[in-house]
């Protein structure tokens, strides 16, 4: 019975994992209300393994593309979407953001999620 049960286990597990590589055309994918569906299962993998800091603003936007035309911030910061869900209205109730801080010569020198949920 232990022998059944850890075979299930090791089955299910897996399929749990929501995470995927890093794919700059999923990334790049915008529904028709503006969110980005691929980028929340895919944040992992960029983060952990394709160095930010010390990249050029040039080679971010190559692996990454072009931020929203609204997402520059003040202090050369960039931001990129990552995640927006709605509840039963028109006020998002969680919203994951990539922040990316560039420094004078448009080197990015750090980096950091922030998610906010109502």
Request: with cysteine; charged share 25%.
């Amino acid at each position: 019975m232990k022998f059944l049960i850890i075979i299930l286990l090791s089955l299910i597990l897996p399929a749990c994992n929501t995470d995927e590589k890093f794919d700059k055309t999923k990334w790049l994918v915008q529904s028709d209300i503006g969110l980005y569906p691929n980028r929340n299962s895919m944040i992992n993998d960029l983060l952990n393994n394709h160095p930010l800091k010390g990249l050029s603003y040039k080679k971010l936007i190559d692996l990454i593309g072009e931020p929203a035309k609204n997402m520059t911030g003040e202090n050369n910061e960039i931001y990129y979407q990552i995640l927006t869900e709605y509840g039963s209205d028109i006020d998002p109730v969680n919203t994951k953001t990539l922040i990316i801080k560039l420094n004078n010569d448009s080197t990015i020198v750090d980096f950091k999620i922030d998610e906010w949920k109502k």
